[in-house]
């Protein structure tokens, strides 16, 4: 598996550092791209956290949805209130640090899968080949368990008191990019999700709305 030639060295090498530098890039312009403004960690209204009793304020617009693998680190159920000047997202979150680490997992794994099957193509050692497999299913099983925890797990470390979520809030000038349905896996995540875009776009259809807008950090999300 290793006794290789020089060239099939340097083959690999390259696909290797094109596939690993595309990734890294991607990863990078997810988490560091500055927004127009920064937003505003704060406790949300009744309104916001979805509480009973809550008054939606006059000219206001609420809608509740479930947010998914973005940027942003919405675990599951999401308020959205539309003020005249303003948008403020509540629910559970997952914590940026995990989520991060989950982000360059996945990617860094899934990235290494082209020059192993490279290396499998020039050297014809099936070991290789299995190699790449074993990497592609690494990246596969912590993409798909983190997918499936973050619900669950935003609720367990939701700062709550007295059932009032944490709500992020940023001027709604600086919103921007709004679609409906595929392409919502834009800002570098299009490259994390590369294998499973087109299977969650076809299931988006017209159900998934995504935007750009900052976060706490006066990071784009």
Do not use: C, H, N
């Amino acid at each position: 598996m290793f006794g290789i030639q020089m060239w099939q060295q340097v083959v690999v090498a390259i696909v290797g550092a094109v596939s690993i530098g595309w990734m890294v890039l991607a990863i990078v312009r997810l988490f560091s791209r500055p927004a127009l403004g920064k937003g505003v960690l704060r406790e949300g209204t009744a309104v916001e956290s979805a509480l009973v009793g809550g008054a939606v304020p006059e000219g206001a617009r609420v809608f509740d949805g479930w947010s998914y693998r973005v940027g942003a680190r919405f675990a599951g159920r999401v308020r959205i209130a539309v003020y005249e000047d303003r948008v403020a997202m509540a629910g559970p979150r997952v914590p940026r640090r995990l989520y991060q680490l989950w982000i360059w997992t996945q990617g860094l794994m899934l990235a290494l899968v082209p020059p192993a099957l490279v290396a499998a193509a020039v050297t014809w050692d099936w070991l290789w080949f299995l190699a790449a497999i074993a990497l592609f299913i690494v990246s596969f099983v912590v993409s798909m368990g983190g997918a499936g925890l973050w619900p669950g797990l935003g609720e367990l470390g939701a700062s709550t008191v007295g059932g009032y979520f944490k709500a992020l809030e940023f001027p709604r000038a600086t919103v921007r990019e709004v679609a409906i349905g595929k392409g919502w896996s834009k800002g570098g995540l299009e490259i994390v999700l590369l294998p499973y875009k087109a299977g969650i776009d076809a299931m988006a259809g017209v159900r998934a709305v995504s935007f750009f807008a900052p976060d706490e950090y006066g990071r784009e999300a």
